[in-house]
């Protein structure tokens, strides 16, 4: 059974200060996406990652999937409020159409 | 439509009653998902169509729950003899194509349906 842990669980900062989510795995993923999630809402995709090593930027988010595609992280540079959410991994299993989530990672960044 | 349309946005049944939850996806989407959400956690992967072929029911936590589609419509989930385990939002998303085929296509999110069971 695939499971994709995310840490930290929760994670509370300042504005302006740095942060990186993991997300990790034992299974390997054929691509890996990031959601985020706001209360009342359906997640809603930032990006999708294939290729093992692939590192792909989003304005102040930076996302990379690991070499051997079991893990990825997400770097959030100078958080702002407007981040503050739940963070979701998605991994696609392998032979599969099937997209494993992960535990989440609530973050909350203070004004 | 627009986005995809989940209904209702709430329940709240009694426990042993049967529920149905129903999912419009985006038009021309060949992909629909079923995923459960339980409070603060992270989407448990229920069931997934896509077009005709058999849906992967792997997800489904026990034969209480069942989930339909006919063709690239609506979806109706099935939860029989609800039980307050099953308290949870259940989220349905489609995807134009199917996330194996297309490397990652995305998958637009309908906004939950929150079911209680008291």
């Known amino acids: 059974t695939q499971l994709l842990e995310q840490s930290p669980q929760f994670l509370s900062i300042q504005e302006g200060e740095n942060l990186t989510v993991y997300c990790n795995s034992s299974s390997v993923f054929s691509s890996l996406q990031w959601y985020r999630q706001e209360p009342g809402e359906g997640p809603v995709l930032l990006v999708t990652v294939v290729t093992g090593g692939e590192v792909k930027k989003l304005k102040r988010l930076t996302f990379q999937f690991g070499d051997a595609r079991k893990d990825s992280s997400l770097h959030i540079t100078a958080a702002q409020p407007g981040d503050t959410g739940l963070y979701l991994c998605?991994?696609?299993?392998?032979?599969?159409?099937?997209?494993?989530f992960g535990t989440g990672t609530r973050l909350k960044v203070l004004a | 439509g627009a986005g995809v349309s989940q209904s209702p946005s709430n329940k709240v049944t009694e426990k042993g009653k049967d529920v149905e939850l129903r999912c419009d996806p985006i038009?021309?989407?060949?992909?629909l998902y079923w995923y459960r959400q339980r409070l603060g956690q992270g989407l448990e992967f229920l069931i997934y169509?896509?077009?005709?072929?058999?849906?992967?029911k792997s997800g489904l936590p026990s034969d209480r729950f069942s989930a339909e589609r006919t063709g690239e419509s609506v979806s109706t989930l099935t939860i029989q003899r609800t039980q307050q385990e099953d308290s949870a939002v259940y989220l349905c998303a489609s995807s134009a194509l199917s996330w194996r085929d297309a490397g990652g296509e995305e998958a637009f999110f309908g906004q939950g349906t929150r079911l209680t069971v008291v």
């Open positions: 169509f896509q077009g005709n072929s058999a849906p992967d």
């Open positions: 998605a991994g696609a299993v392998p032979g599969t159409y099937k997209y494993i």
């Open positions: 038009s021309g989407h060949t992909a």
